[in-house]
């Protein structure tokens, strides 16, 4: 089992930066990559960006490249989101998520972030 616990959200202005925390516990060693999901009102949960346990390779939604980067810390089992130019379709809520063998297993409880114009 892996629990994961967000942290880092709020209301921001257009422009404005945030910076996403998620703490990971348990079963670390069975995970081989993290990610951060997003859910805005009315659609569908969406992948923003993950990054390899191990190696650190990261992939990123279209939507965020250039502005949003993702990063861990296998020491303190903690992934972050840094979130700049953050912009009103930013809005939703993120959520952590732990995959083990190309699946995401394991999700935090998430974490809102509003965007004003």
């Known amino acids: 089992q892996v629990q994961l616990v967000e942290s880092g959200g709020g209301l921001v202005q257009a422009g404005g930066s945030l910076r996403l925390s998620c703490a990971a516990s348990?079963?670390?060693?069975?995970?081989?990559?993290m990610g951060w999901f997003r859910q805005a009102p009315g659609k569908e949960r969406e992948f923003v960006a993950a990054?390899?346990?191990?190696?650190?390779?990261?992939y990123y939604a279209y939507s965020v490249k250039g502005r949003f980067t993702i990063s861990r810390d296998n020491a303190s089992n903690t992934m972050w989101l840094q979130m700049n130019s953050l912009k009103p379709e930013d809005t939703a809520v993120y959520y952590c998520?732990?995959?083990?063998?190309?699946?995401?297993?394991?999700w935090g409880q998430g974490t809102r972030v509003t965007v004003s114009s």
């Open positions: 348990g079963s670390i060693s069975s995970i081989n990559l």
């Open positions: 998520a732990a995959s083990q063998s190309g699946s995401y297993k394991y």
């Open positions: 990054i390899s346990w191990s190696g650190g390779s990261t």
